[in-house]
């Protein structure tokens, strides 16, 4: 079972989230089970043809044609001078289906990272820069994950952002909701302490 | 993101081991990495292609015509009047690497499940029986895994084989190599005390 077998362990393998053991288990049932393959092949394929970046936003979106404006983008509905900047696509749908923001989104497509090789010319920060200049936008949300690669790209923005003179704010850290104190990690209570409400 | 990425992430979705959440964070990485997603499609076109299982032992093989018997089956250094009759490849390979066994193998294909739908037809058992009988086997052993359905599909097959005359084996069960017995579960416990050894 060299070569070929090996290939395609190797190749699942690289996919995040698979260890060793499931990568054999992955490959063994793509054998077994022809519908699975099939399926997988297919809307690999079609996905990889069909899904593009939105030239304004950057998330993926489904087209056609030629790379374009989302729906999202083109909607008169959204309030232009707020833009809420995301590390990805699901980061987005998560926002969206929070039903709290009603502004533009930008994706970077990624965040800093100096361990994967990942500088500020690998995301999308050149158009993001364009856009709130020509936009006038009025306030720019940096939602990037609360994890050290995405603070480190939310401290990046600003300085870049001030010369374009508009508002730099960045999503609320502390306890989740319905969450228990008890149970909670010692940084996240300390970002809680640290940002604290009044609440008169 | 309808339709086609929708069918992307259901189709990862349908692979061993994968929950949701995983199955978007492998399509999107799929999408952005386009060696990745290369990777796997040709991998995964060419052993689908290539890999057959071998037509005497059921193990999968690489071969690039119609189905032959492997090597293993071929080697004249193998004790023929062994069979060992294991689940899948993977079984096969782990006790390979054991090199405890020079004996011949049967890949059954599965195990007989009522809740997946599988029967004595779906796996390779007709030809279990029909090796045992042409080749004259003295013992044949059942290597199936020590689960419910493991042991379900090891008592269903000594009826079949008392006909041939050969004598049935089942894989001792007990503590594991380099095990604590404070930390054992009770059922291994006590398999390993009713297996118990005369030590003279």
Not at 31 to 56: G, H, P, V
Not at 123 to 136: A, G, W
Request: proline share 4%; with cysteine.
């Amino acid at each position: 079972m060299a070569g070929v077998w090996d290939n395609l362990v190797t190749s699942i393998l690289g996919l995040p989230g698979v260890g060793p053991k499931m990568a054999e288990r992955i490959a063994l049932h793509l054998l077994r089970k022809k519908d699975c393959a099939d399926f997988l092949q297919r809307s690999l394929t079609e996905a990889r043809t069909r899904m593009r970046r939105c030239l304004i936003c950057g998330d993926y979106m489904e087209t056609s044609s030629a790379p374009t404006p989302c729906t999202r983008c083109l909607d008169p509905q959204r309030e232009t001078h707020l833009l809420c900047v995301v590390e990805e696509t699901g980061d987005l749908a998560a926002l969206e289906r929070s039903r709290s923001f009603r502004g533009g989104y930008h994706v970077l497509g990624g965040v800093l990272s100096a361990l994967d090789g990942i500088g500020p010319e690998e995301l999308r920060i050149e158009s993001l820069l364009d856009r709130v200049r020509e936009n006038r936008t009025e306030e720019v949300i940096l939602a990037t994950n609360p994890t050290v690669e995405g603070e480190t790209t939310a401290a990046y923005l600003p300085d870049l952002l001030k010369s374009a003179g508009v508002r730099v704010t960045r999503l609320a850290a502390g306890l989740p909701a319905g969450s228990a104190i008890q149970y909670a990690d010692e940084h996240t209570l300390a970002q809680a302490v640290t940002g604290r409400r009044d609440m008169n």
